[in-house]
């Protein structure tokens, strides 16, 4: 059942889905497993848990996209708090926006955002729950809220997570002679450890303020890296650990003048990261190290497994500041002011570097960056009964300034951008059973600080980068008869300056411009409540992107790659899935219920269309995976047991990148609410 606010959203302008969480609490779902299974997005992962992911919503990827949590970007407060770590007991509903961007995010989003809400009991609770999955997984997650008086409140969230990664792959091993063979290997390097706790206070419902709270927070995680990014090189020492802490002000008021509704918000963060890549030592997939003709140990003359001998610390300062205000003309038209300003300064040092090279240090240098979006929209509904209308105007500025290292010498560089961005979108409501909609919007992307500066790993400088620019258009129709909901959207993207990451050949990779694209497709989703206890849904997506340039990267003319399908990206997924739940006599009796999916993601070819042999051509295999749980509630706790990859299919994401075969995941929930007696 979707809630007043679910329904708000996805009747809006605005091409949005929505997914309530509440129904996934008992589960051990992931938000990533949940978004995986929603119409037009398609989530590659490099591996297990822990591992790189990178998310396609309509054909964008990557940083054109967006993640937000209650409105603040999450690319803020670390890779701990990232959305995969998230758990979803912690999530109230998560808003997938694939057309046009609300002006109050306050984003250069190109095509796509998601926001997550955050869990807001009203009344005192309690929560725990354990997780034990394959391959040595685990995962904890504790949270609590206290009102103290009616005015005043404090809560704590704290999770974390530990994985092994040690599923088996099948790899291409270096032989004794020098040849390669194909073995049967567990992964042995990838151990993934995490941890966040946050903690608030908070003022609510007050004369000054609906809402001034101060939380802290403190987060971290610790990786083993196992290979490089197209898996043809393990490692057996390289490791990375950063931990964050940082805090987040609020303040909410709503008629701070007449008809004005204000929120505000500053968070700081402090990041420190340290990569450590020492070995000298040569180790293939079985596990054993290269040795010399006479039985010893043979070493790299020069640098480690990943590239330059590193022992590299990292020191980075984000600051963002966001404030909104909502005039409200009447109680269905408003105008909207947003604006987002962020800070970030990146420094580094490498002690080891210091000694090997007398003192001096390549990476001493600070990268910055400032940014700002500010916009102002209306929202409101026309004079045709049932006609609404949402449409803002964008500005996008960044400045940056840095050092970067290419071939052992370290550059300096300077730029800025500014450009405009705007949008209009408009819902039409035909009957009580049809809404139409159509929108565009001019997109604005702006270089980051790690595409541009690379992030001194395995992501290389280029700090010529351009902008992104995109002109957006989208056709939607829903249909909502109760039992019954169907939904079909047409998109088309033409994408100007398009930034990629590009591996090369030493399993690092590089942002460049690839100067023009076309993005065009359709989806479309169904779901039924064929009975009170079981309910269908299948959706399927097809998209389209094409190269439009004449010129390379480089700018060098060559017309060879115009119009040809943009490689290593997939163009055809779907999903399909079921939920049966026991209905009880008492409805307010817990209910077993049990849930299947699956998800089919078609071949696509790692390389471009026209080059090479075609019998001979790399493809990315096609991928179908199946899943299915079931939960058994009893009073204040709940037990759940899942699977994962039921045919334990050898499935890739990324080329030669092997994911997890089938894993088992047994979860444990408790829960206490209690009502609260304050006066």
């Keep these: 059942m979707r809630s007043k606010i679910d329904e708000a959203l996805t009747q809006g302008p605005g091409n949005v889905s929505v997914i309530n969480t509440r129904l996934f609490y008992n589960t051990n779902l992931t938000p990533v497993q949940l978004l995986r299974g929603t ?80 869990r ?112 043809t090189q393990p490692y057996a ?104 300003l962020q800070h970030y300064k990146r420094s580094a040092k490498d002690t080891l570097a210091q000694r090997i090279n007398n003192g001096l240090d390549l990476y001493n240098s600070p990268s910055s960056q400032w940014k700002d979006v500010a916009g102002l929209g209306y929202d409101g509904n026309l004079l045709i009964h049932g006609l609404k209308l949402s449409t803002a105007f964008k500005y996008f500025y960044t400045r940056q300034a840095g050092s970067y290292i290419n071939f052992d010498r370290s550059f300096t560089a300077h730029n800025s951008t500014s450009k405009p961005g705007y949008n209009i979108a408009l819902a039409y409501s035909l009957n009580p059973f049809f809404i139409a909609k159509a929108s565009y919007e001019h997109a604005i992307r702006l270089p980051d600080a790690e595409e541009a500066f690379g992030d001194l790993i395995l992501v290389n400088p280029n700090p010529d980068l351009k902008a992104e620019e995109s002109n957006n258009f989208n056709l939607n129709i829903l249909y909502n008869a109760g039992k019954l909901h169907a939904e079909a959207t047409g998109f088309y993207r033409n994408v ?12 690092s990779a590089k942002s460049y411009n690839l100067l023009k694209a076309g993005i065009k497709g359709i989806e479309s989703n169904i779901a039924y409540q064929a009975t009170r206890s079981f309910t269908v849904n299948i959706n399927a997506t097809y998209q389209d992107l094409r190269s439009r340039s004449d010129i390379e990267g480089l700018g060098i003319p060559n017309d060879r790659y115009k119009g040809q399908r943009i490689p290593n990206i997939p163009y055809l997924l779907g999903n399909a899935g079921l939920t049966y739940r026991v209905i009880r006599k008492n409805v307010n009796s817990l209910s077993p219920q049990f849930w299947y999916n699956v998800n089919y993601t078609h071949s696509y070819y790692l390389y471009w269309a026209n080059d090479g042999y075609q019998p001979d051509k790399i493809t990315i295999p096609k991928q179908m995976l199946q899943n299915a749980g079931i ?44 009502e609260n007696k304050k006066s």
């Excluded at 670390?78 to 109050?104: A, C, F, M």
């Excluded at 419902?205 to 083993?224: E, H, I, M, P, V």
């Excluded at 039921?646 to 829960?671: C, E, H, I, M, W």
């Design 39 to 118: 119409s037009g997005i398609k989530v590659k992962q490099d591996g297990g848990y822990g591992s790189r992911l990178d998310f396609f919503i309509n054909g964008s990827t990557g940083k054109q996209l967006k993640f937000f949590i209650d409105g603040l970007p999450i690319n803020t407060l670390g890779e701990s708090t990232g959305i995969n770590n998230l758990p979803v007991e912690q999530i109230e509903r998560i808003e997938i926006y694939k057309g046009v961007i609300p002006v109050d995010l306050g984003a250069d989003v190109l095509a796509g955002a998601v926001n997550i809400i955050s």
């Design 120 to 231: 807001k009991e009203k009344t005192d609770y309690l929560e725990a729950s354990y997780a034990i999955s394959s391959f040595d997984t685990h995962r904890i997650n504790l949270s609590g809220r206290k009102l103290w008086t009616k005015n005043f409140y404090t809560s704590i969230q704290a999770y974390g997570g530990y994985s092994k990664n040690n599923y088996g792959i099948d790899a291409d091993n270096i032989r004794a002679d020098g040849k390669i063979e194909l073995i049967h290997v567990k992964r042995c390097h990838d151990r993934y450890e995490n941890y966040i706790v946050k903690a608030e206070a908070a003022i609510v419902n007050s004369s000054f303020a609906d809402l001034l709270s101060l939380s802290l927070n403190s987060s971290g995680f610790d990786k083993q890296l196992q290979n490089n990014l197209t898996m």
């Design 237 to 340: 020492y390289a490791a990375y650990r950063e931990s964050l802490t940082g805090g987040i002000l609020k303040y909410q008021k709503i008629d701070l003048l007449k008809h004005l509704n204000v929120g505000a918000a500053v968070s700081f963060n402090r990041l420190d990261g340290l990569f450590i890549d020492t070995a000298r030592r040569i180790t293939v997939w079985n596990g054993s190290t290269i040795k010399n003709d006479d039985g010893t140990e043979y070493y790299r003359s020069k640098g480690a497994e990943i590239g330059r001998t590193s022992y590299l610390s990292t020191y980075t300062n984000t600051l963002n500041q966001k404030l909104t205000a909502a005039y409200w003309f009447n109680s269905s038209n408003k105008l909207i002011f947003s604006n987002t």
């Design 496 to 507: 100007d300056h398009l930034i990629f990451l590009v591996p090369n050949s030493q399993g």
């Design 631 to 674: 939960t058994f509630p009893l009073k204040r706790l709940t037990f759940s047991i899942e699977a994962y990859n039921l045919a334990n299919a050898k499935t890739y994401d990324n080329f030669k990148a092997q994911l997890p075969g089938r894993s088992v995941s047994l979860k444990l929930r408790y829960y206490l609410l209690t």
